[in-house]
């Protein structure tokens, strides 16, 4: 394993990294998950052993809500793909350890609600694009901290929700199940008509209590959703952090095999 030990010459790097991971302490954690994902000859992760980590399966999926757009589903797909591109470097035969802890650190290191608000926004605008569907949310830079522009529609943010629904709700169950479970959506157009009111000028002419959201083609500017998910729904911040640290931890204790070679 990568994880390193009183016998072993220690990079920089590494130390830093290790450091960083402790600090939440789950750096235990982390050894065992990369020790059950890392092949043991290349010292890596594949890349593919770690966007399989972070995949939401499921058999059935139904909602509450009247409309849900095809692309939802399509989504969880490429949830495992855009997590592992955005936060983890892969080097030569996959991601080393270095590279997995501080992946780790860059989704659930010690960091400000708004800080995580932005890393999950920033998973969603690539998600998004990973199916087909244009983002209008910008970032000026990679930095945690960097300003976000742009806007959403009613129905993308609508769609945004149920990802983090889904997120918090395979976080819960994963643990319990080795396998895929019915997906129940529930309808939350009150709270995507909490943002409509919060984030624009809503006309006198928009009745709220019969409104099709998904036909709204208001702007929600990146700025005012941001601000009233932070005041409305805070722990809206912490589910993707919760996604990301239950599935590594779910693969330290797991007793199901999770490297397979090929043969």
């Known amino acids: 394993m990568g994880a390193s030990s009183s016998t072993q010459q220690v990079s920089t790097e590494q130390r830093e990294a290790e450091t960083l991971a402790a600090s939440t302490g789950a750096l235990p954690m982390l050894q065992k998950s990369f020790s059950r994902l890392s092949n043991p000859e290349t ?4 890349l593919t052993s770690l966007q399989e980590c972070f995949c939401i399966a499921f058999n059935n999926a139904k909602c509450e809500a009247p409309y849900v757009p095809d692309y939802v589903l399509q989504l969880l797909d490429q949830l495992g793909p855009s997590i592992v591109d955005l936060f983890f470097v892969a080097e030569k035969g996959g991601i080393s350890w270095v590279e997995f802890v501080r992946g780790y650190t860059k989704c ?4 400000s609600a708004a800080m995580s608000l932005g890393a999950l926004l920033r998973v969603f605008s690539v998600t998004t694009v990973k199916v087909g569907m244009p ?10 901290d960097c300003k976000i522009s742009g806007s959403l529609q009613p129905n993308e943010l609508l769609v945004l929700l149920w990802m983090c629904w889904i997120m ?3 976080s819960r169950i994963s643990k319990f199940s080795n396998g895929k479970l019915n ?6 157009n009150n709270l995507v008509l909490s943002a409509i009111v919060s984030c624009t000028e809503v006309g006198s002419d928009l009745n709220l209590w019969d409104c099709d959201i998904t036909r709204l083609e ?9 601000t009233w998910a932070l005041n409305t729904v805070p722990n809206l911040a912490d589910c993707f952090v919760h996604f990301v640290h239950v599935k590594l931890q779910n693969t330290a204790t797991s007793e199901v095999p999770m490297f397979l070679p090929l043969i």
């Open 43 to 46: 010292k890596a992760i594949p």
């Open 108 to 111: 659930c290191g010690r960091m």
């Open 135 to 144: 983002s209008k949310l910008q970032f000026e830079s990679d930095d945690a």
């Open 168 to 170: 918090t709700w395979s």
């Open 183 to 188: 997906l129940d959506l529930p309808d939350i």
């Open 218 to 226: 208001v702007q929600l500017p990146a700025g005012k959703i941001h």
